[in-house]
C-alpha cells in the first residue's frame, strides 16, 4: 500500500499502538494487566512508548511514499501528551502535529 494518503485508527488505549505490550495467559490475564498498566505510568515506561511510537512513525513515513495524515482516535495516557507531541514535531518539523488526550493527528 505504498500509496495510502490516510490512515485513521481507533484504539482503546495508547499501548497498542506500540510493540510494547506483555504476552500473558488467559488464566493470569485480570491480574496481570493491573499490574502491567500501573508499570506504564512510569517515566522510564513513557519513554520507552515515545521511542517506539517514534520508530514505527518513521518506519510508517519511509514506507508510504504519498501518506500525508495520521489520525489514531484513542486514549492516551495524560503524561505521554506532551513527550508524543514533542517527539512528533522533532521528526517532522514543517508538519502539523495535534495531540490530545483523546487522539494523535499528524499532517505531512
Known amino acids: 500500500m505504498p500509496h495510502l494518503q490516510t490512515l485513521r485508527l481507533w484504539r482503546y488505549d495508547d499501548y497498542?499502538?506500540?510493540?510494547?505490550?506483555?504476552?500473558?495467559?488467559?488464566?493470569?490475564?485480570?491480574v496481570l494487566l493491573l499490574a502491567w498498566l500501573k508499570s506504564l505510568?512510569?517515566?522510564?515506561?513513557v519513554a520507552q512508548h515515545v521511542t517506539i511510537f517514534e520508530q514505527d512513525l518513521s518506519q510508517l513515513v519511509?514506507?508510504?511514499k504519498e501518506f500525508t495524515?495520521?489520525?489514531?482516535?484513542?486514549?492516551?495516557?495524560y503524561k505521554k501528551v506532551e513527550p508524543y507531541r514533542l517527539m512528533a514535531?522533532?521528526?517532522?518539523?514543517?508538519?502539523?502535529?495535534?495531540?490530545?488526550?483523546?487522539r494523535f493527528r499528524l499532517w505531512l
Open 69 to 77: 495524515f495520521l489520525d489514531i482516535f484513542g486514549k492516551i495516557y
Open 89 to 102: 514535531q522533532a521528526l517532522f518539523p514543517h508538519s502539523r502535529v495535534d495531540v490530545e488526550i483523546s
Open 41 to 45: 505510568q512510569t517515566p522510564e515506561s
Open 62 to 64: 519511509k514506507n508510504l
Open 16 to 30: 497498542p499502538w506500540t510493540s510494547n505490550r506483555p504476552h500473558y495467559s488467559i488464566y493470569r490475564y485480570e
